[in-house]
């Protein structure tokens, strides 16, 4: 049995699949890691090829590039094909890619995906691990294709294009269809947010009626490609939460003069790492529980003093749960964790000749909180550390700004302040209770039906797109937008969307592969080239078949 057999995938078929490919194999040439030059290239470059298909050849007033203000020299690409009336489906992807360091000596051939393909088979003759195994067996046949970014998420964007280019053709087409490619998803989304600020007065200036929106970014499956043939209905959501300790300084050789922020720091990861209780499942589909990120003090130099102050920020997946909702179980989970390092404190000291016995009390207050106390002192507490817009690490940010103002607000411990150190994303999901929602499932249940029986596959309805998203920013305003801001250090990572964002339906059908943002990313190219663009084009026809009802 071949892979492409197992996968479930029907072997390449003459209508998609060539074109799907050739266009593929051109967008994964052009380099565009995030932050890179080659990023701010990638936008023009993409637009100057629109603008040579037919599609767009004597049409050049439907292609628009959307500069991201926020990224400097960056823009986004707006694309569309006009059928007929106002009702529009957009097709959404990023371009950019993360980096093609960990190919080491190969990495001059990361954007090359047959060169690359022959020198990892090369190099994979005699697999060490049972990953590398895998991808011997995937690339030893012509499946599986390698390359940065083919499978995150450029044989998406292929995918779009090639599907615009045959409604391009179909003068009888009711509806239009706009495509945005867009910059930035692996640090901020700031492509897609501008986008998503620009398109109230795109749509106005184009005469759209938004219905909805297909994401189109690459799910991971290490096993037989069933779980990859996904259409998920939503996207998890994401939050970043920060607990900064402090604790009592004390000298090494008398510790139960003090209490260690470490040994509080310890039992907050020991309450939250991996906890499945703080986990979020619908109708079976659990989103991972929480894992720490960063931890970290704050020494400058050695010396034998307990540390009195230390980091740390977790990542939490969030399903169905506000933003608020998360914070109170954080809140909750930290004043547990804080209370058991101060009762351990107290009973070792008890147990230890001659020790004091301190009885503190627990203490956490939010970020927001923080701010407060240090105005009550005097000057500007918040903003007056803020950090360029373009200082892109969280982690290298947020720690030193709530240090310096819980210095500057004369905080003493024990007291562990609790906020936000990055960027929310917030969880989307199909709502049943609005009409256009409820259209738009029942266009990709009835094509991914169809499509899969085809081609002789399963294509399966999932809930939540497991991976972080541009979905997130896509269609809707999100709940708890003021606490998460009010609770977050560094402006640059406060999303504010502008006030007349549209509101519509986002669904994700994208390509499956396995190991993105890894050295062995690879796309498995019979769904992608061939399944893929026509799952996508079946959802379009089925949803422009319903009515405004």
């Known amino acids: 049995m071949t892979s492409a057999e197992a996968a479930g995938a029907a072997p390449p078929q003459s209508g998609w699949f060539d074109r799907v490919r050739e266009i593929t194999l051109r967008l994964v040439a052009w380099p565009s890691v995030t932050g890179s030059a080659d990023e701010a290239a990638f936008g023009p470059r993409l637009d100057a090829f629109l603008a040579d298909l037919p599609a767009f050849r004597d049409r050049p007033d439907r292609l628009r590039l959307i500069p991201a203000p926020e990224l400097p020299?960056?823009?986004?690409?707006?694309?569309?094909?006009?059928?007929?009336?106002r009702r529009t489906l957009v097709l959404a992807g990023h371009f950019d890619t993360v980096?093609?360091?960990?190919?080491?000596?190969l990495a001059p051939l990361a954007c090359d995906p047959l060169a690359l393909r022959e020198a990892l088979r090369t190099e994979l003759t005699k697999p060490a691990t049972e990953a590398e195994r895998l991808a011997a067996e995937d690339l030893s046949g012509d499946d599986f294709l390698p390359g940065r970014g083919i499978l995150d998420m450029k044989s998406g964007i292929a995918a779009g294009i090639?599907?615009?280019?045959?409604?391009?053709e179909d003068e009888s087409f009711d509806g239009n269809l706009l495509l945005l490619a867009t910059p930035d998803e692996e640090n901020r989304s700031r492509g897609i947010r501008s986008v998503r600020d620009a398109l109230p007065a795109l749509a106005r200036d184009w005469d759209l009626d938004i219905v909805g929106a297909i994401n189109l970014d690459a799910t991971s499956d290490l096993h037989d490609g069933s779980a990859g043939r996904s259409i998920f209905l939503g996207s998890v959501g994401k939050l970043l939460p920060f607990a900064y300790v402090v604790g009592r300084p004390a000298h090494a050789g008398y510790p139960?003069?003090?209490?260690?922020?470490?040994?509080?720091?310890?039992?907050i990861v020991r309450e939250i790492e991996a906890n499945v209780e703080m986990a979020e499942s619908v109708e079976g589909e659990?989103?991972?529980?929480?894992?720490?990120?960063?931890?970290?003090?704050f020494r400058v130099r050695y010396d034998v003093t307990m540390p009195d102050r230390v980091w740390l920020a977790f990542n939490i997946l969030s399903q169905r749960r506000t933003p608020a909702e998360v914070f109170a179980l954080f809140e909750a989970a930290v004043a547990a964790a804080m209370e058991r390092a101060i009762a351990r404190t107290a009973a070792q000291a008890a147990a230890f000749p001659g020790a004091p016995v301190a009885a503190y009390p627990p203490r956490v207050i939010t970020f927001a909180a923080l701010k407060d106390l240090a105005a009550a002192r005097g000057g500007d507490a918040a903003g007056e550390d803020s950090p360029p817009a373009d200082d892109d690490n969280p982690f290298a940010v947020t720690p030193p700004l709530v240090d310096a103002l819980a210095r500057r607000a004369g905080l003493?411990?024990?007291?562990?302040?609790?906020?936000?150190?990055?960027?929310?994303?917030?969880?989307?999901?199909?709502?049943?209770?609005?009409?256009?929602?409820?259209?738009?499932?029942?266009?990709l249940r009835s094509a991914a039906g169809s499509v899969a029986a085809e081609y002789g596959t399963t294509i399966g309805v999932r809930h939540y797109f497991s991976g972080i998203s541009d979905m997130s920013f896509l269609g809707h305003r999100a709940a708890g937008l003021e606490l998460v801001a009010a609770n977050t250090p560094p402006p640059a990572f406060v999303d504010r969307p502008a006030d007349d964002i549209l509101s519509f339906p986002v669904i994700n059908i994208g390509p499956w592969g396995r190991e993105f943002h890894q050295k062995l990313e690879r796309l498995h190219v019979g769904y992608g080239f061939e399944v893929l663009p026509a799952l996508i084009a079946r959802t379009v026809r089925q949803l422009f078949q319903t009515t405004d009802a």
Do not use: K, M
Not at 74 to 81: D, G, K, Q, R
Not at 256 to 267: D, T, V
Not at 286 to 297: G, K, R, T
Not at 413 to 440: C, E, K, M, S
């Open 256 to 267: 139960f003069e003090g209490l260690s922020a470490g040994l509080i720091a310890a039992e």
């Open 412 to 443: 003493e411990g024990p007291v562990v302040v609790i906020g936000f150190a990055g960027l929310h994303y917030p969880a989307v999901h199909l709502d049943p209770d609005q009409a256009t929602h409820r259209q738009l499932e029942a266009a």
């Open 162 to 168: 090639a599907v615009l280019e045959a409604f391009a």
């Open 99 to 105: 980096g093609i360091e960990n190919y080491g000596a």
């Open 286 to 297: 659990w989103s991972a529980p929480p894992v720490c990120l960063s931890l970290a003090d």
């Open 73 to 85: 020299g960056c823009s986004s690409v707006a694309a569309l094909v006009r059928g007929r009336g």
